[in-house]
C-alpha cells in the first residue's frame, strides 16, 4: 500500500504538468465573419484555417460554362465550422460544387447528406452551426425575403485536395 502510494505521489506532478499543457484547445473564434449584403444574415467561419477569401469562377452547369460568374468563396484548411445567425434551417440550402480545371460547377447529382457529409446542430440563440465533415466544396445558398446569398466553402484537409492551393503571397 505504501509503495502505490509513493508511486501516486511521484506521478502527481507530471499529471499535473501534462494537464497544464496538454492539447491545445480546438480555435472557436471566427477566422472570418460577415453580414451578407442580400439577405442580411450573419455568416463566421472557425475551427479551420483561412487560406483565401477570394472569389472563384463559376456556373449553374456545364452547358452554363461559357457564362461564368464570379461567385463569393472560401477556401480552408481543417474542419470548418459555419455559423449562420438570423436564418431558419429551412432558409438555408447546402450543394455540392465540383471544381473542374478552376471552374466551380454546381453538381445536381446528390446534395450533401447531413450527419455523413456535415453535421448541423441549433444553439439556445437560435443559430445553425454547420460542421464540415467531407473535403469538399459546399455551397451554401441562403434565401430569405429580403433576398439570396451564396457562399461556397472550400475545404483541404490533410492534404486532401480537390485543387492546387491558393498561391502564396511574397
Not at 78 to 95: A, F, S
Not at 118 to 145: I, K, S
Request: charged share 20%; hydrophobic share 40%; net charge negative.
Amino acid at each position: 500500500m505504501r509503495k502505490q502510494h509513493a508511486a501516486f505521489l511521484a506521478v502527481l506532478p507530471l499529471a499535473w504538468l501534462l494537464g497544464a499543457c496538454g492539447a491545445p484547445a480546438a480555435e472557436t473564434e471566427p477566422v472570418w465573419q460577415q453580414q451578407l449584403p442580400n439577405t442580411g444574415v450573419y455568416m463566421e467561419l472557425s475551427h479551420c484555417t483561412l487560406l483565401s477569401e477570394e472569389p472563384v469562377s463559376y456556373a449553374l452547369s456545364r452547358e452554363d460554362a461559357l457564362n461564368l460568374s464570379e461567385h463569393p468563396a472560401l477556401q480552408v484548411e481543417g474542419t470548418p465550422v459555419i455559423t449562420l445567425r438570423g436564418v431558419e434551417k429551412d432558409q438555408v440550402e447546402l450543394r455540392f460544387s465540383e471544381n473542374i480545371a478552376d471552374l466551380y460547377l454546381y453538381y445536381d447529382k446528390v446534395m450533401p447528406q447531413q450527419d455523413l457529409d456535415f453535421v448541423l446542430t441549433q444553439g439556445e440563440d437560435g443559430a445553425l452551426q454547420y460542421r464540415l465533415d467531407t473535403v469538399y466544396n459546399y455551397d451554401f445558398v441562403v434565401t430569405t425575403p429580403e433576398g439570396a446569398d451564396t457562399m461556397l466553402v472550400i475545404c483541404y484537409r490533410d492534404g486532401l485536395r480537390d485543387v492546387p492551393p491558393p498561391p502564396e503571397e511574397d
